[in-house]
């Protein structure tokens, strides 16, 4: 007998998510085994004010769970792979990653308009750096401006009318099942998804291996491949995350193939390339190397000095 606790962020697009997996697990759910989920309160969710960049980054969200995770008093936590850091702390892993969502970006419009037909000046909310630099390459008549919150706290500030226009991961969604409220799915040639967009992150204790096993039955080997390309791509860029940098991997007859792509806020200049190849992390490598060398690291250090508290 054992009881698998798998804890969760309270948001509903967090639950959901959570639940998604919850559900491809308890088909393979040992005998004797049950689930229950466990809620935790984050700071990243309750700091609703300030922009995240200005607060620490991503790493706010899945901090206190990897500390649930570690003190056992969860056993599994589900993640968006894109807000996952870099490193993991010792003693937990990704036991398993899952089937890739839609990877790309939707518009929602109050007025129904795609970005193209958006009027000069229209506001469009996204507190995303990599959304910013791609909307103002696109329309440079557009004006930003941050918006922060869960899916939901966006959605009713659009409604507001505190935007013309927000920028929004389709797969969340599609999660959320909110289709119908999408106005233009954005193509990943004017707007390169967020590393890992999509994918989710299911984290455990490494030594729990029974666990181990069972996430396997979910674990998706392409998904992995394709995300660890992009995670090592925005890895060799120090503190990456909440940085304009864009990457997007997918699998050819070839191999695997990334589109990477780093661009200054205001949207010029945007410093983009794509790097083929087998192993993943050396093509994820490639790529930022390359990108650096035609100034990537310069531009970014301007940024870096831009957005320090
Ligand atoms: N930054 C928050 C976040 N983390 C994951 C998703 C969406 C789901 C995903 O990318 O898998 C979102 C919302 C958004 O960016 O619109």
């Known amino acids: 007998m054992r009881t698998i606790v798998v804890g969760t962020r309270r948001s509903e697009l967090a639950v959901t998510q959570t639940e998604w997996v919850m559900d ?33 980054g991503k790493g706010l969200f899945v901090k206190e769970i990897e500390q649930a995770l570690m003190d056992k008093r969860i056993d ?4 968006s792979m894109k807000d996952m850091p870099g490193e993991m702390p010792t003693g937990l892993v990704m036991g398993a990653v899952t089937l890739r969502e ?24 996204t ?3 990599r959304r910013q630099s791609q909307i103002l390459a696109e329309r440079p008549d557009l004006v930003v ?37 999408v106005t233009e799915i954005l193509e990943a040639e004017t707007m390169l998804p967020a590393v890992g967009q999509g994918a989710l992150a299911v984290q455990c204790r490494a030594d729990d291996h029974e666990v181990l096993q069972w996430l396997e039955t979910i674990h998706d080997a392409e998904t992995e491949r394709t995300v660890t390309a992009e995670r ?22 070839e191999g695997i193939r990334l589109r990477g792509m780093v661009a200054h806020p205001s949207g010029a200049p945007v410093i983009s390339g794509e790097e083929s190849g087998n192993d993943p992390v050396q093509v994820g490598g490639a790529l930022a190397r390359r990108l650096q060398a035609e100034g990537a690291e310069t531009l970014l250090q301007e940024i870096r000095k831009g957005i320090q508290p």
């Open 24 to 56: 491809r697990l308890r088909k393979r759910l040992p005998q004797d085994w049950e689930m229950k989920q466990e809620r935790i309160v984050t700071k990243g969710d309750q700091i609703l004010h300030v922009t995240l960049s200005k607060v620490g």
């Open 76 to 79: 599994l936590a589900v993640h």
């Open 102 to 125: 839609d990877p790309r970006d939707c518009l929602l419009s109050r007025e129904g308009l795609r970005l193209e037909q958006l009027p000069t000046g229209a506001k469009v909310g």
């Open 127 to 129: 507190s995303s750096l």
């Open 145 to 181: 401006e941050p918006v922060r919150g869960n899916l939901n706290t966006r959605y009713r500030k659009l409604m507001e009318g505190q935007f013309a226009a927000i920028v929004l991961a389709y797969a969340g969604i599609l999660r959320m099942g909110w289709e119908e409220k």
């Open 232 to 253: 090592s791509f925005l890895h060799a860029f120090d503190g990456g995350c909440h940085l304009p940098i864009a990457g997007y991997a997918v699998t050819t007859e």
